[in-house]
Each structure stands twice: as structure tokens, then as C-alpha cells.
């Protein structure tokens, strides 16, 4: 109880002597921000703002530090590998990227591989993309068969590979990634995120297949979750950049570049805010930032 209420005091303190940085942890807890995240944005707040409103600081700032990848107009050419957990939408995802590029450069330099030799019906759901885009679809079940795959389509521009879908704590995952490393050494690998998904969750994700050093991550499911604290703190914590954001079904429609789309992410992060209760009373917030201040 002692502890509650030095926290309170020190939190209260914090206030008073630190009126921006409290601002930035309070605004920030309310979207559900982690409080490691919350704390580290704070301690790049200045002590003073030449913000016409200092109540936009704190959504500056995280506008600012969202890792996103800036120089993405459609997808670069290559070989581009889509991973994740179940349901995050790689499928959905790889078929946006081939219809956003067919879109423009027509669909004769484009080719989608499935490594999914374990869902039933997962090869079937990227065929009819494959067939609706006039593209060819390989299929490839280890490492070895990826790699005459792609030598077979290396005159393609871009080669889109989907995965099967695998929770971190899935035996098979080893065993799929490491064949995507033997098969697919040179692709880029981008890793599928569903928003909706939970903090926790999405660390241990992220943390998992950083193994294949995923060059970016798909933020999907934007449109479905309830915040997005805990995603924006997963791409924070990791400096993982987020190349697209998706927020809907329909291909291509619901797929945007992320640099062009970050105010417009944080701008959501806010208006959910509006729904759903924010964790940031003041015995939370005292809980979080009070201690930390009284030691210093
Ligand atoms: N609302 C919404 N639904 C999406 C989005 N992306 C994908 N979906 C839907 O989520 C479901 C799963 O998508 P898939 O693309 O099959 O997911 P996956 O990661 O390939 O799934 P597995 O291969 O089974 O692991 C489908 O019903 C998609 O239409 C999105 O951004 N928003
Ligand atoms: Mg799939």
C-alpha cells in the first residue's frame, strides 16, 4: 500500500515537474502503448515544444519514431516471401501484391509459389488468385524443391511465395523456415502481422521469426482490431519496419504503402480510443511512470 502511494505522490510529482513527458505517457498509455514503449517515446520529448499545440506532441512523436519503410511506391522486384501465424493474412496479402503489380506492369514477369503443404485447401486459395491474374503457380515442399522452383522462374520479375501459416510455438515452424532459408536465401521476407492480435502474442511473433530477418512487416487486420497499442509497440520495440498496411478482404483495394498511410495509422490508434476503455487512470499510470521516477 506504501509502495501505491509513494508511486502516486512520485507520479504526481512527475507532473508537475515534467508536464510534457507525463502528457506523453499519459496520451500514449491511453492507446494501449506498452509502458516500456510509452516511456522510452517520453525520454525524446523535449522540455519545451514550438508546437502550436503541445497536445500534439505525443502523437508526434510517434508518428516520428514509426518505423515504416519510406521508399515503397508498389512491390520491389524480386523474390518476396510472405511469413506468419496462422490467419494473418499472407495469402490475402500475397494476392493483393501480385494484383497491385499486374496492375501495372501486367502479369506475364509474375509468379506465385506455395510452400503450404500442410492446410488443406491452402494451395487451392492462391491458385484461384493465380488463375484470376493470368500468373503461374508452382507448389514446393522443402527447401531443395523451392530452389529448382525458383530456378525454374528466374527470368520472372517477381516471384511471390506464400507460407503456411505457423503459431511461434509450432514445432513444424523450424522446420518451414529453415526450408525457406535453404530454397530462398536471396528473398526478401515480409512478415504478416494481424493487428488484432495481442501484445504479447505479437512480441513472441516478432521475436520468433526474426529468425528469418524479415525485412519488413504487413500490418493487416487494421480495420479489425480493437486497438493498436500493442502492435505499434511490437514494430517500436523490434525497429521492424512496416512496409504495407492492410484493412480489409477485397484485392487490391485494401493494401497502402505505410509511409504514406503513418498519420493516418496513428490517427486510427486514436479514434479507437474513443471505443474502447484505455487502461491510463491515474493509479495505472502511477503504477507504470511513479516508481520509475522515484528511483531516479
Ligand atoms: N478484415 C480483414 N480481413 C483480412 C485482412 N487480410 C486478410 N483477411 C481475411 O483473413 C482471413 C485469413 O486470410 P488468409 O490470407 O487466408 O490468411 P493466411 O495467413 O494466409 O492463413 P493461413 O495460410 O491459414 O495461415 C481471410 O478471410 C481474409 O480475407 C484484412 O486486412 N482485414
Ligand atoms: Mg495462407
Known amino acids: 500500500m506504501m509502495e501505491n502511494e509513494l508511486a502516486a505522490l512520485s507520479w504526481h510529482d512527475r507532473k508537475v515537474r515534467e508536464p510534457l513527458k507525463a502528457r506523453v505517457l499519459e496520451e500514449l498509455s491511453s492507446l494501449h502503448i506498452a509502458p516500456d514503449i510509452a516511456r522510452s517515446l517520453a525520454a525524446l520529448a523535449p522540455r519545451r515544444t514550438n508546437l502550436e499545440d503541445p497536445s500534439n506532441l505525443p502523437l508526434a512523436l510517434l508518428i516520428k519514431h514509426l518505423p515504416v519503410v519510406e521508399q515503397l511506391h508498389t512491390v520491389n522486384p524480386g523474390i518476396v516471401a510472405v511469413v506468419g501465424p496462422t490467419g494473418a493474412g499472407k495469402t490475402t496479402t500475397i494476392a493483393k501484391l501480385a494484383a497491385r503489380w ?15 503443404c500442410y492446410r488443406i485447401g491452402a494451395r487451392e486459395q492462391l491458385m484461384t488468385y493465380a488463375r484470376l491474374l493470368g500468373a503461374p503457380m508452382h507448389v514446393a515442399n522443402d527447401g531443395p524443391q523451392l530452389a529448382k522452383v525458383l530456378q525454374h522462374l528466374r527470368a520472372k520479375k517477381l516471384i511471390l511465395i506464400d507460407t503456411a501459416g505457423m503459431g511461434p510455438r509450432d514445432r513444424r515452424l523450424s522446420e518451414q523456415l529453415a526450408a525457406l532459408q535453404l530454397g530462398a536465401a536471396r528473398a ?16 513472441e511473433i516478432v521475436r520468433t521469426f526474426a529468425r528469418v530477418a524479415p525485412a519488413a512487416c504487413v500490418l493487416t487486420k487494421v480495420d479489425e482490431a ?36 503513418r ?7 486514436m479514434q479507437l480510443r474513443a471505443k474502447a476503455p484505455p487502461p491510463g487512470n491515474d493509479a495505472y499510470l502511477a503504477r507504470q511512470f511513479g516508481r520509475v521516477h522515484a528511483h531516479g
Open 263 to 269: 498519420i493516418w495509422l496513428v490517427r486510427s490508434a
Open 188 to 203: 526478401q521476407v515480409l512478415l504478416a502481422l494481424a493487428a488484432l492480435a495481442e501484445a504479447q502474442a505479437l512480441d
Open 226 to 261: 480493437a486497438n493498436l497499442g500493442g502492435a505499434l509497440s511490437a514494430v517500436v520495440r523490434h525497429r521492424l519496419k512496416i512496409a504495407y498496411l492492410c484493412d480489409g478482404q477485397r484485392v487490391p483495394e485494401d493494401l497502402h504503402s505505410a509511409h504514406r498511410r
Open 102 to 116: 499486374s496492375m501495372r506492369h501486367g502479369s506475364q514477369d509474375l509468379a506465385m509459389v506455395s510452400t503450404d
